[in-house]
Structure formats: C-alpha cells, structure tokens
C-alpha cells in the first residue's frame, strides 16, 4: 500500500518561506504525476502545483505562481513545495498526492499545517 508523509509545516511570519516535503514508500509501479493541494478552514481543497514524475513538467495555480517551487526527487520518491513570500492567505492544511494515470488522485498523505501569521 502506497503511503505519502508530507513533513515541514508551522509557522511562520508574512514575507517568510518553508519547505514542504512528501515521502512516498510502498509503491509497486511509476507514478504518472504528484501533486500538492491545500484546504483552508471552511474552503475547498484546491490544487495549487503539480508534477509530472517522469518528464517533470510543472503546473502552479495562479495563486502562488512566482512565490512556490514544486520539485521531485526521483531516487528517494520524495517531493518537495518551496514557499516563498509566504501571505496570511496561504494558512491552510497542505496535503500531497499522487497519481498513476492521468484523472483522479489514488493517495493522499495527512497533511500538514502551514500558518502565516500577519
């Protein structure tokens, strides 16, 4: 069973980074494409940057375009969310997920709180 570890949330004043990471183990086939999402209280989940595993083609939300990186590491099946220039609007829960063909997600990880204070 495929299992995804987000790690690196907290909290952090405005104008400020973080690193988020996603552990992936258990896999038994290529992952097609991760993704990192976020849930702020009484929001949607939002899609807000994604990866594709072989090709690393990247997508970013109009959101954090310019402000996030997302990165992988294929050798440790790890992927990474540079936040930079963090705003009180990016508070939320940051989940990661992946997927083994294009359509919906197959895993989610548990999530991890980012707050930004003003």
């Known amino acids: 069973q495929v299992q995804l570890v987000e790690s690196g949330g907290g909290l952090v004043q405005a104008g400020g980074s973080l690193r988020l990471s996603c552990a992936a183990s258990?896999?038994?086939?290529?992952?097609?494409?991760m993704a990192w999402f976020r849930q702020a209280p009484g929001k949607e989940r939002e899609s807000i940057a994604s990866?594709?595993?072989?090709?690393?083609?990247?997508y970013y939300a109009a959101s954090v375009k310019g402000r996030f990186t997302i990165s992988r590491d294929n050798a440790k099946n790890t992927m990474y969310l540079q936040m930079n220039s963090l705003k009180p609007e990016d508070t939320a829960v940051y989940f990661c997920?992946?997927?083994?063909?294009?359509?919906?997600?197959?895993?989610w990880g548990q999530g991890t709180q980012v707050t930004v204070s003003s």
């Open positions: 997920g992946e997927k083994y063909a294009s359509g919906n997600f197959d895993y």
């Open positions: 990866i594709t595993w072989t090709g690393g083609n990247t």
């Open positions: 258990g896999r038994t086939s290529t992952v097609y494409a």
